[in-house]
């Protein structure tokens, strides 16, 4: 793994932490599938779950692939990006039932906006040192 990316793996190390601290807080402490099965899991608990669950699968794949390239990862990410947008389009056309879905889908997309401008900024980092 290139050393930028070990740069983002921090970061995003840094910031599983405080969504999954938001988690808990929102969720009571109770388990998010159970609530999710009851149907009263709050919006904002889902949009954090969103978030977390993107930031928990990179996180897990750059910590995984020792031989992960700049340029492979950020494919992935796109990917990954364009997936969750398209999610996002899908639950926003349907009935307002879908609400907790739509933020689900609007968090995990924020992290992967988020996660691609900090790769952005690595990779003009790295240009310029």
Request: charged residues 20%.
């Amino acid at each position: 793994m290139t050393s930028n990316l070990n740069g983002l793996l921090e970061t995003l190390e840094q910031q599983i932490q405080p969504v999954e601290s938001q988690l808990i807080a929102r969720s009571g402490n109770q388990s998010l599938c159970q609530l999710g099965k009851t149907g009263k899991a709050p919006k904002d608990l889902k949009y954090y779950e969103g978030r977390y669950t993107v930031l928990r699968k990179l996180h897990r794949l750059l910590k995984s692939e020792d031989t992960l390239d700049f340029a492979t990862f950020a494919q992935i990410l796109a990917s990954e990006t364009s997936r969750w947008n398209h999610q996002c389009q899908i639950y926003q056309s349907q009935d307002s039932s879908s609400e907790a879905w739509i933020a689900y889908s609007h968090g995990g997309l924020d992290s992967c906006i988020e996660i691609q401008a900090m790769l952005t900024n690595l990779n003009l980092h790295s240009q310029v040192s």
